[in-house]
Structure formats: C-alpha cells, structure tokens
C-alpha cells in the first residue's frame, strides 16, 4: 500500500494543489501573452447598446462551463493527468485573455473580478474530486476497497453549483457590456 500513497491525497488537498496550479497559470498567461499593460490602449469602443436575453445567455455560458467540467472530468481516466493539464491551459487562456482585455478596453477590465474567481474555484473544485473519484476507482479495482465515492461526488455537486452561479454573474457582465454600462 506504500506505493500508493503519493496517490491517497484527500480531496482538500486535491483542490488545494488545482488551485495553486490554476493561479501559476494565470499569472503566467498575464506575463507570457505578449501584451504591453504598460498603458492601456483602450482601442475597442464599448459593444453598442442591445438587449440582452438573460435566460439564454445564462445557458450559453453554463454549457461551456459544463464541457470544461466535463473534459475535467473525463481526464481522471488518465489518473488526472488531462485534468491538470486542461486546468492549467484554461488558466494560462484566462490570464493571456485578461491581459488583452486589460491592454484593449481597460474600462471593461474590472468586471472580470465578479464572475471568474467563483468559475475558477469551481474548476479547481471538479478538478480535484474528478482526481478523487481517479484515486477511489483505482483503488477499489486494485485493492478490492469499498467504494469512498460520496466524498467525490459531493465535491462533483459543488463545483456543478458553483459553475451555475458563475454563469449568472457572467451573464450579468455580458449584459451590462451589451447595454455599455461597463464604461
């Protein structure tokens, strides 16, 4: 059982380690992006004035927030393997995106801070119970253990409520930048 036990992290520790590897690679896509921040340029004009459709907005955002999960999710079949890489480029994407919004509409920049923390959290969060529910199968087929799931599956919940609520706040965003109230 000793050769198991780099692998017998607990699902704190799990979202503890995704998280730190998650905000390497936003700094990292910040600094790397090739963007100059040493002053904003502000050469996009703000959306024009539309009317939103929050319901389907909310949906849009969700589904891609769900696929992201869901390839988290599917990368414990790796032994999250392809978990950790999917969150690192998706952080290293969020860091290189947020430096250009910062550089093209540094106005809009702000709004960022209302919805990605949570989306973030919540990807750290299936991340670390999809390498959980990883370590949980390995080990009931290696080692004939009972099943320790819920502790997986309540972490699965979680993060899919959390993506929920990250979807809404970012469809507020997207609407207040479709009405040009993020000026």
Same mark, same amino acid.
């Given at each position: ?112 801070? +209302?919805?990605?923390? /949570?989306?973030? &959290? %919540?990807? !750290?969060?299936?991340?670390? *119970? @999809?390498?959980? #529910?990883?370590?949980? =199968? ?11 799931? +819920?502790?997986?599956? /309540?972490?699965? &919940? %979680?993060? !899919?409520?959390?993506?929920? *609520? @990250?979807?809404? #706040?970012?469809?507020? =965003? ?10």
């Amino acid at each position: 059982m000793q050769s198991l036990s780099p692998w017998s992290l607990s699902l704190p520790t799990l979202v503890g380690l995704n998280t730190a590897l998650t905000t390497l690679a936003i700094c990292l896509g910040a600094d790397l992006g090739g963007f100059d921040r040493s002053s904003p340029g502000g050469h996009l004009d703000a959306p024009p004035y539309a009317a939103c459709a929050r319901a389907e907005t909310v949906a849009t955002i969700l589904e891609g927030n769900l696929l992201v999960g869901g390839v988290l999710l599917a990368g414990a079949v790796t032994l999250g393997g392809f978990t950790v890489l999917t969150l690192f480029v998706n952080g290293f994407m969020l860091g290189s995106g947020g430096s250009l919004l910062w550089q093209e509409m540094p106005h809009t920049a702000h709004l960022l801070w +209302r919805y990605v923390p /949570l989306e973030f &959290a %919540a990807f !750290a969060i299936v991340a670390g *119970a @999809a390498q959980h #529910l990883a370590r949980s =199968v390995y080990r009931c087929l290696a080692f004939d253990e009972p099943p320790p799931f +819920r502790t997986s599956l /309540l972490g699965l &919940a %979680a993060g !899919a409520t959390l993506l929920f *609520a @990250a979807a809404v #706040l970012e469809a507020d =965003v997207h609407c207040l930048l479709r009405r040009g109230a993020g000026e």
